[in-house]
Structure formats: C-alpha cells, structure tokens
C-alpha cells in the first residue's frame, strides 16, 4: 500500500473510479462475499442448528434468562379475557313495531281462517273442539290480549300478567291452558338476541381487561429441557438472544448486500487519498478480513466475550496506511458484529460499540512506534478503550459486571496483543507487507546487508546513515512514515557493493580509479549500482516498497560531469547513456530519499567552501531547485510549503551534523568530509 502522487490530475467522481477498477478487484470481492458466506454457516452449523430451538418442538436444552426482561403474559392474559366474554350471555334488543303487530293479530283472531299464526298442534287442539266453543274461546282470548294491551308497562313479566287474568275466567283448567297457549303464540316476546351486537359487546368487554405483566430476571428459567416451546416462550427466547435452530436467511442476504456495498468504499477512498493498492494488497486485506471475524465468528459460537475484534484492529493499523486502516477497522468491526450475531441484540451492540471504539483508539495511539514494546504498548492501550467501552455498555444495557467479566477482558487485553505482535513478522513476510516490526529489523545494524555495507563500504554506509538521519527528520515534519523512509534510505546504494571502491565515499584521498577510464565507462559504472540494488533486493528478499527506493532515488537523472567530460574529448555520444533509467520518484517517500541524497552528496563535495549557514541554506536551496527544474518531481505532489519545511529541516539536521565552533568559540564554521567538485557525481549523487 503506496501513497502515490498524482499532481494535476482531475478529480474523478466515485462512480468513474469504480468503472476503472480491474476486473480482478472484482474476483476479490467475490471472495470475500464466500468467505462471508460461509461464515454465516458455519456460525448456524456450529451454533443454531445444533443448540437452537424451534417453535412448537421440545426445547434442546434448559433456557435461563440472561437479561431482565418485562414482557405480557399473553396465555393468562387470554385467559381472563375469554372468562370476561362469557360473562356476557346476549343483548337483546326491542321490536318497537309490536304493539301493533299484535293488535292487528287479536282483532283477526275471532276469525277462524286468520289463525294461521299460530302453531299446528295448538290449530288441531281447536280445531277439534266444536265450533261454538272455539268461536267462545277465540273470542275470550282477543278480549283479554285487547285488555291487556291497555295496561302500562304490559311487556314486563308478560306471562304472569296473562295467567293472571286468566285464571279469574270462569274456565275450566284445560280451556284456561288453551287461551294462554294461545296468547302466548301472538304475543311472542318483544325483545330478541341480536347475535351482532353480542360480539361486538364480547370483544369490547375482552379489551378492556389488562395485559399481565410479568418480569424475569437473570437466572430465571424460561423453558426447561424437553419443554414444549410455545409461541410466548418462543417470543421471550428471541428477547433474550438465544439463537433459533433455522437457517437464517434474511440476515445472510443483508450481510451479503452490507459486505458488498462496504467493500467499494476502501477502493474509492484510496483512490481519493492517493493511496495505490495492488492486487496483493488487496488479497492482504482480505485475508486480515477473513481471519479477524473468523476469531470473532469462533469466539461468539464458543460464547466467549474475549473483545475477538483486536487482532483484525491491530494489524490493520500495523499494516495499513494509519486514514485507511481506520475506515477498513471501523466497517469491519460493525460487520464482524453482525456476522457474531446469534440473535442478542444486547451482543450486538456490546461486540459493535466496543469495536468502533478500538478503531477510534486505535486511529490515535498508532503513530510512530521505535520498538517492539511501543507495538504491544499500542496494541494494549487500544484493547484497554475497547475493554471500557464494552463495560459502560455492560452497565448500560443491564447485562452481568462481575469480577469474571473484567478478568477476561484483561487476560483478552494482554493475549490478543501479544498475538497481534507475535505474528506480525509471518503476514510480512507471506504478503510482502512493511509493518513497524520489519522496518524496525530491517533498519537494524545487524541486517546482512547493511554488516555488508559497513565492513566492504563504510562510506557508503556512513552515507546511507546521513541520508536516513536527513530523511527521517523531514518525514516526520510532513507527517510520513518515518520508519519507512529511514528503511528506504539506508538501502537505497547496497548497489554500490559490486563496485565500493569507484564511489568517492569509498576512495582513499588522492587515489581516483575514474581518473584511468573514459568517460562512458565511468558513468556506466556509476549508473549500473541502481540495477545492481535491484539484484541484491531481490536476492536477499527485500520488500517491494524498498526496491521502489532503490530504483527510484536517481529518478532520470544525468551525470553532468562526465557528459560534459565525454563532449570535451569530442565523443559524441547521446545524452541518456550518461542518464538513470529511471522510473522518476512516484511517491514522496522515494522523493524524500532522492533530496536527501542530493543534498548529502553537495554538501559533502562542496568540501571547505561551506563556511558558514548562508553558504549552507544556497548549496541546499540549489539541490532542490535543480530537482525540480529537471522534473524529477513531477509525479510527486509536493506543494511549496511541503519543500520549504523539507529545505528547513534540511539545514537544521546538517547544521547539527556538521556544525562546530572554533578555539575563540564564537565563529561557527562547517568541515564535511571530503572535497572535490566531481564528488558528488563520482559518489552516485548529484
């Protein structure tokens, strides 16, 4: 991951950049897709399909609750509820139309072919009888309903009113019987069930009994092993968390869309940012995806809260350019949750908020690390900010804060970060990846090469060093990897170990091996420790970023001395075989290491005529000036604030280097090493 420069180019919108991106990209994120895929799972394989419950089956094991929860008894509830309805037995409703109906009835009744209201057996009972007492028993009963109808109130205890007057008739007990059949038939009963209304009273009356509600606390049980699960346990299990036993597959979808949708943002921001990311880099990332919420993933089938987020936050940010790890660790935390999700929502949130606050931490304390303890201390105050913030969400959402929980999120503290140190030199190494750690060891004075360096070219390695100190002072002024440039520096003329003794840094005064060759063949000589660097780079397997630092810290560059020299002795011969090949400098790193070196090389050839710091600041000023008239610089964005803080830092640094006071103590003067105009050509600088 290179942050690369590209000055004067027109910003591009989002959806332009992703049309751009290679097919490849597109593979990847394909995979990541699976690998998703697959976790979500083997999390339901390892964890719901086997522990979880279902509704309507006997419970796989005894359910305790975990967190307090008010929920409604909705099978007592119902309960009382149907006891309430049946004490409702109907509404009745009045007939206002039957006065009349039975006015008109018992005015008809004298007559013997109106009676067809009345039932079959009570028309064959009269009809038996003989006609005058009919007509005489007709008449009676249309007498006493016409008189009753008279009295107030006359539907109130109907039949007692009739029998009443009935009885005083000077009848037999049979024939009083047939009048008050008969009067009961016409009068029928005014008021009738109206089914309709009935209901409606039923459901009212029904809702407006209160829902029971019932609370359970933690270690409660909901449903013991065997139990039946029931649409209200069932309900209450969900509340809980307790994952479900059936494929979910609702939330695999939306963790395939989320996943997708997120993983175009790294692209497009790295794009904005400069930052160049190549194919492997891309894999690299995946990968730290993949095992990071693979730890989280095992870690929530085994119910283990051990803060499982660190190690994919840690190496993101050892690994990762610091603004970018920061989105790739923010996203991947809140993803990570959700595929650690088993249906707590409590989980959800505590695994989701104490991992952005790592990625927050993290973003702030992972900047500039010396050692390797600096790593661990790093890593260990970023588990420290995720441990705080999973307990404020503890105590917040009401779940267990013993002393149980704070030890394992200590012992997780210290063990994720040592794990995340202890196995950042294999993802070095199996992804060509620069971490702290391997620019740490590669900038170490024990490494094979720079040992080479200090026995078979000292002043190439002496070299090396003054250009890494100059380096490492102004990348820290504008904000660069400091570790990475110091590392670029110091290797940037391994090349020189081929040939030590045709350098200037690595002559003995007075003795000058170019003086005995032509021109051509000096230059060849001095142009070929670039390619050279590259052989030993690849031999002995250093990493991608430092060959760009090798190759790049002469950029095209012509060595002016000896072209000039081959014009003078009247060969004619083309400009570029006394030139680099190049690639110029294509990120400020590299640019960085070609001033450094630039510089260095002047100041060291301008010998004794540097006698004080306006001498300094113009051999200085002069350097860069002339890199940039050259266009070395041109794919370096480097503004003009950018140089003046790199000239600045410059003349503080060589001031310090080179700086001493004379026997009066009053007159600073400057005493480089060496002299000789053709010095900083001879020595591969210029």
């Known amino acids: 991951m290179n942050p690369t420069s590209r000055a004067g180019r027109p910003k591009r919108s989002a959806l332009h950049q992703l049309r751009e991106i290679d097919l490849s990209f597109w593979t990847l994120r394909a995979a990541l897709l699976v690998v998703v895929f697959f976790l979500v799972l083997l999390g339901w394989w390892l964890g719901e399909s086997r522990e979880g419950y279902r509704l309507g089956e006997p419970s796989p094991r005894t359910y305790l609750a975990v967190l307090s929860t008010r929920y409604v008894d909705e099978?007592?509830?119902?309960?009382?509820?149907?006891?309430?309805?049946?004490?409702?037995?109907?509404?009745?409703?009045?007939?206002?139309?039957?006065?009349?109906?039975?006015?008109?009835?018992?005015?008809?009744?004298?007559?013997?072919?109106?009676?067809?209201?009345?039932?079959?057996?009570?028309?064959?009972?009269?009809?038996?009888?003989?006609?005058?007492?009919?007509?005489?028993?007709?008449?009676?009963?249309?007498?006493?309903?016409?008189?009753?109808?008279?009295?107030?109130?006359?539907?109130?205890?109907?039949?007692?009113?009739?029998?009443?007057?009935?009885?005083?008739?000077?009848?037999?007990?049979?024939?009083?019987?047939?009048?008050?059949?008969?009067?009961?038939?016409?009068?029928?009963?005014?008021?009738?069930?109206?089914?309709?209304?009935?209901?409606?009273?039923?459901?009212?009356?029904?809702?407006?009994?209160?829902?029971?509600?019932?609370?359970v606390y933690p270690g409660d049980v909901i449903v013991s092993r065997g139990e039946v699960v029931t649409p209200q346990k069932f309900r209450l299990l969900e509340a809980q968390g307790y994952p479900k036993g059936d494929l979910p597959y609702r939330p695999l979808v939306f963790i395939l869309l989320l996943v997708f949708a997120w993983s175009l943002w790294p692209t497009v921001y790295a794009t904005r940012r400069e930052i160049q990311l190549s194919r492997r880099d891309f894999v690299f990332i995946i990968c730290l995806l993949s095992a990071g919420w693979t730890i989280q993933v095992m870690s929530a089938i085994f119910k283990a809260d051990t803060l499982a987020f660190l190690p994919l936050t840690g190496w993101l940010y050892l690994t990762v350019p610091t603004s970018l790890a920061f989105h790739i660790s923010l996203g991947g935390a809140v993803i990570g949750a959700l595929l650690s999700y088993s249906g707590s929502m409590a989980q959800l949130i505590l695994w989701a908020l104490s991992g952005i606050a790592a990625s927050i931490t993290g973003y702030l304390v992972f900047r500039g690390s010396n050692t390797r303890l600096d790593l661990w201390k790093q890593q260990v105050l970023t588990g420290i900010s995720a441990a705080v913030a999973a307990t404020a969400v503890r105590w917040w959402l009401g779940l267990p804060l013993g002393s149980h929980v704070q030890g394992v999120y200590l012992l997780s503290v210290l063990g994720w970060a040592t794990f995340t140190v202890a196995l950042l030199p294999m993802l070095d190494t199996m992804f060509d990846i620069l971490s702290p750690l391997r620019l740490m060891d590669l900038s170490h004075p024990s490494n094979p090469l720079l040992k080479r360096l200090q026995m078979e070219?000292?002043?190439?390695?002496?070299?090396?060093?003054?250009?890494?100190?100059?380096?490492?002072?102004?990348?820290?002024?504008?904000?660069?990897?400091?570790?990475?440039?110091?590392?670029?520096?110091?290797?940037?003329?391994?090349?020189?170990?081929?040939?030590?003794?045709?350098?200037?840094?690595?002559?003995?005064?007075?003795?000058?091996?170019?003086?005995?060759?032509?021109?051509?063949?000096?230059?060849?000589?001095?142009?070929?420790?670039?390619?050279?660097?590259?052989?030993?780079?690849?031999?002995?397997?250093?990493?991608?970023?430092?060959?760009?630092?090798?190759?790049?810290?002469?950029?095209?560059?012509?060595?002016?001395?000896?072209?000039?020299?081959?014009?003078?002795?009247?060969?004619?011969?083309?400009?570029?075989?006394?030139?680099?090949?190049?690639p110029k400098p294509s990120s400020k790193e590299t640019a960085l290491v070609m001033l450094a070196d630039s510089v260095e090389a002047a100041v060291r050839a301008a010998g004794g005529s540097i006698r004080g710091l306006p001498e300094l600041r113009e051999t200085v000023e002069g350097v860069l000036d002339s890199k940039m008239l050259d266009g070395q610089l041109e794919l370096v964005d480097f503004t003009l604030k950018d140089l003046t803080l790199i000239k600045e830092s410059f003349i503080q640094t060589l001031r310090s280097i080179y700086h001493k006071r004379d026997n009066s103590g009053t007159s600073p003067s400057f005493e480089p090493e060496q002299e000789g105009s053709e010095q900083g050509e001879i020595s591969g600088s210029d």
């Open 457 to 582: 070219a000292p002043g190439t390695y002496h070299h090396t060093l003054m250009v890494g100190t100059l380096c490492e002072a102004a990348a820290d002024v504008l904000g660069l990897d400091s570790l990475l440039v110091k590392a670029g520096a110091y290797f940037h003329d391994i090349g020189k170990l081929k040939r030590p003794q045709f350098f200037a840094e690595n002559q003995v005064p007075g003795e000058n091996l170019h003086d005995e060759l032509k021109p051509s063949m000096s230059a060849l000589v001095i142009l070929s420790h670039v390619k050279d660097g590259l052989d030993l780079a690849r031999r002995y397997n250093l990493p991608t970023r430092i060959r760009h630092f090798i190759a790049e810290h002469h950029g095209t560059t012509c060595l002016n001395y000896f072209y000039r020299k081959s014009k003078a002795r009247g060969e004619d011969l083309p400009r570029e075989q006394f030139s680099y090949p190049g």
């Open 75 to 215: 099978e007592n509830t119902e309960r009382l509820r149907q006891i309430a309805e049946q004490k409702i037995v109907s509404v009745m409703t009045r007939d206002t139309h039957a006065e009349r109906r039975i006015r008109d009835s018992l005015e008809q009744l004298s007559r013997w072919d109106a009676t067809g209201e009345l039932s079959d057996s009570l028309r064959d009972l009269l009809s038996s009888m003989p006609a005058e007492k009919r007509t005489r028993m007709l008449h009676l009963a249309k007498d006493l309903g016409l008189s009753l109808l008279e009295v107030r109130d006359w539907d109130k205890d109907l039949q007692a009113k009739l029998w009443d007057r009935i009885i005083r008739l000077p009848l037999s007990r049979p024939d009083q019987n047939t009048i008050f059949q008969i009067l009961v038939e016409i009068f029928q009963e005014p008021a009738q069930v109206d089914e309709e209304a009935t209901e409606k009273l039923k459901r009212e009356t029904a809702g407006k009994v209160e829902p029971v509600i019932r609370m």
